[in-house]
């Protein structure tokens, strides 16, 4: 069971940046409905919940261990860094997606009618 937390522990850093990936790129026919920006704004608060959640959670156990040191919070935080990253990268690609997307259809449209 301890691993299983474990596993659960790590997996779920990548909630935001999976988050991002399918509904901001249309996977899910839902996002089709949302805005772009929404979803944007729902992955970063979804980044910073985590980070909160993770932190508090981190503190509480290592108080009950009886652990001073803060190299948990060195890894929680680079962790938490690697993955704003992430996302960013992820906003950045589809947004370029989006924009040529975009420009070919008009570029296109135009050439078919002349």
Not at 44 to 68: D, E, H, P
Not at 74 to 94: C, D, K
Request: net charge positive; proline share 3%.
């Amino acid at each position: 069971m301890e691993v299983l937390g474990k596993i659960l522990f790590l997996s779920s850093f990548f909630i935001p940046l999976f988050f991002q990936i399918l509904f901001g790129s249309g996977v899910i026919p839902v996002s089709r409905k949302m805005k772009f920006w929404h979803i944007c704004v729902i992955s970063a608060v979804l980044l910073v919940t985590t980070y909160f959640i993770y932190f508090n959670a981190m503190s509480n156990g290592l108080k009950k261990m009886g652990v001073r040191d803060g190299l948990p919070f060195v890894f929680l935080l680079m962790i938490e860094s690697i993955m704003v990253v992430a996302v960013a990268l992820t906003i950045l690609i589809q947004i370029l997606v989006k924009y040529f997307k975009n420009r070919k259809k008009v570029t296109t449209t135009a050439v078919i009618e002349n």
